[in-house]
């Protein structure tokens, strides 16, 4: 194989490694914006705010691990970084609304799992390649 061909390959596998990492620390962060979701509002406080906060827990744990272990970022954080991952968050959540809408509205599907199911995947692969070629670039 050529000097080419091996570097292509180690790229692939790296970049198969980084969607794994990825996905398990998007886990993580699923797990924090619930806990923290359910125990704010058992203390009380309104769904929406509750939902607010534990997404920017959801949020701020991603990327944490994603700069430090996913992409590797060991140096050079800045303000640009971090403003940049809360833009590519957003424009997944707003993606995730808008096709859950068309999902409910437009292909009738009247199940939440099933509706999930699809939206989901589609949003974790732009989310993970905004934040790999915008946000963690090289």
Not at 16 to 24: E, M, S, T
Not at 37 to 51: S, V
Request: charged share 20%.
């Amino acid at each position: 194989m050529t000097m080419n061909g091996e570097k292509r390959k180690k790229e692939l596998k790296d970049g198969i490694v980084q969607l794994v990492k990825y996905n398990i620390v998007g886990v993580i962060n699923t797990l924090v914006d619930f806990l923290v979701y359910q125990l704010l509002t058992y203390l009380g406080m309104k769904y929406a705010i509750a939902q607010c906060i534990s997404y920017s827990c959801g949020i701020l744990n991603s990327y944490f691990f994603n700069s430090r272990w996913t992409f590797k970022r060991d140096s050079g954080r800045s303000k640009r970084e971090f403003i940049y991952f809360v833009a590519v968050n957003l424009v997944s959540m707003g993606l995730s609304v808008l096709l859950l809408k068309v999902c409910y509205e437009i292909l009738n599907i009247n199940s939440n799992i099933i509706s999930k199911a699809i939206v989901t995947p589609i949003v974790m692969l732009v989310n993970f390649f905004g934040s790999k070629l915008f946000v963690f670039k090289k």
